[in-house]
């Protein structure tokens, strides 16, 4: 086929031949090529024209370029498949859980203050597990006894498994919207941290859970021992590890004063140390978390001139806005994966508000048992029940199961990536637009009327 065949060719073809001519006439960096180039275009009209917040922009326009490619498709029936064949080669799951997420992770966690993440430290650590599990057996329970009203008879693991994936705040989301709304550090480090850590957390209950709806799933035991020694090699040997390849690249950063090669070292460590995390089967995220909190600290301290930590922050700070907009662009592209999918929408709406309690139940008993051992938090169930955004983690973990239950529970697997889908969008959009308004609502506080006022 003559490479500059035409897109009126390439959907004319028909049939599976749709299929051979994209791959034919499409290279994997054309289609990188096209989504950073879609990304570029949502971010400069975003920033020109709808001043949204960035993530929330960008992942409404790509929404917007679905739905016109979907009209569209009624005209010309051959140009759906072929768009979606073409999102197909991007293995979304992959690309973020073994790929952007440990830049990202690291980008968000060098700036973060340890100093403040410490005296938050126990509210953090009881988000992050009290209420990741608080949350999924809320969700998964009661959809458990809700989802038969729509016509669904997934079984309790099933949804247990899609509470796992849900619950946890994604760290990419909430940073991304943190630093746009221009939420006060007091109330940004305890949103911040917790989703920083409790993503890993997730991914091990999302296991655990994953092994009793498909037994013997990445070589867990479906028991309590098994569960346990989970939790101890991820969690625990993640944290060993992060501060391992961080402390061996903070000495080799105070060894060196030369921003380039400092700033490829914290490049190698992200992504390196990502890398070798997963090859030997510790937590990834926890690690390059626990690593990027050292370097930001006491590598920003000890190891770095100024002028290293100036260009670092500036490497990090525009690497982590180049693949935000690339993963909103994808998870607004995600929806052609949906339309074959449209009869679970309806139940897949329940769920919002049931995601939503379970987020203030794992909230609110965190505060409660932390409360009377920590400083208060002003406001804080409010901002950090509506603060707590879902994201891209949750649509990657929900689309995996499609290689795990694909077979055998092939409805629970369509149902749980709509669910998810759902679920995500109205926290993104609809969290992530109105937390603004209430950051101000629950700060502004009415003026105190003057001694011997008469208020009625």
């Not at 960035?54 to 140009?79: C, D, R």
């Not at 992959?94 to 993440?117: N, P, Y």
């Not at 301290?301 to 690497?319: G, H, I, P």
């Not at 409010?382 to 649509?395: E, P, Q």
């Amino acid at each position: 086929m003559d490479p500059l065949t035409t897109t009126t060719d390439l959907i004319g073809s028909g049939g599976r031949s749709i299929e051979a001519a994209v791959d034919h006439t499409v290279s994997s960096f054309q289609l990188f090529a096209g989504l950073l180039t879609l990304s570029a275009v949502f971010s400069y009209i975003n920033y020109r024209f709808l001043r949204l917040p960035g993530s929330i922009g960008v992942m409404l326009q790509a929404l917007v370029f679905v739905t016109i490619l979907l009209v569209a498709s009624l005209f010309e029936p051959n140009l759906r498949p072929a768009a979606q064949h073409l999102l197909s080669r991007i293995d979304f799951d992959a690309t973020l859980l073994h790929g952007m997420l440990g830049l990202l992770l690291f980008a968000g966690a060098i700036h973060v203050d340890l100093g403040e993440l410490r005296r938050h430290g126990l509210l953090v650590i009881a988000l992050s597990t009290i209420g990741v599990v608080v949350s999924t057996a809320i969700i998964g329970l009661v959809a458990w006894k809700l989802l038969p009203w729509f016509g669904f008879n997934l079984t309790l693991p099933e949804c247990l498994v899609f509470g796992a994936l849900i619950s946890p705040t994604d760290p990419i989301a909430v940073l991304a919207i943190m630093r746009s709304v221009g939420v006060p550090k007091d109330l940004r480090i305890p949103i911040t941290g917790e989703s920083l850590f409790n993503d890993g957390v997730g991914v091990v209950v999302f296991l655990a859970l994953l092994a009793y709806v498909s037994p013997g799933h990445g070589g867990v035991q479906a028991n309590a021992s098994g569960v346990a020694m989970l939790f101890l090699t991820e969690a625990v040997g993640g944290a060993i590890f992060g501060l391992a390849i961080g402390y061996l690249t903070y000495h080799l950063l105070a060894s060196v004063d030369d921003y380039q090669v400092e700033i490829i070292l914290s490049l190698a460590l992200a992504v390196g140390g990502y890398s070798l995390a997963e090859a030997i089967h510790v937590s990834a995220p926890i690690a390059i978390v626990v690593a990027g909190l050292l370097i930001g600290n006491h590598g920003r301290s000890f190891a770095m001139s100024k002028l290293t930590c100036e260009r670092l922050d500036e490497f990090w700070e525009l690497m982590d806005e180049i693949l935000n907009s690339l993963l909103f662009v994808l998870i607004g592209l995600e929806a052609l994966v949906l339309v074959p999918r449209v009869g679970f929408t309806p139940a897949a709406f329940a769920m919002v508000p049931l995601a939503l309690l379970a987020r203030a139940c794992s909230v609110g008993l965190p505060l409660l048992l932390v409360r009377p051992l920590t400083r208060r938090i002003p406001h804080g169930f409010a901002l950090l029940t509506w603060g707590g955004l879902r994201g891209g983690i949750s649509v990657a973990l929900a689309l995996s199961l499609h290689d795990t239950l694909a077979r055998s529970h092939a409805e629970a697997a369509d149902a749980i990536l709509v669910f998810t889908y759902v679920v995500v969008l109205a926290s993104i959009i609809g969290q992530g637009l109105t937390i603004k308004p209430l950051l101000k609502w629950i700060l502004v506080k009415p003026p105190t009327p003057p001694v011997g006022t008469k208020i009625d």
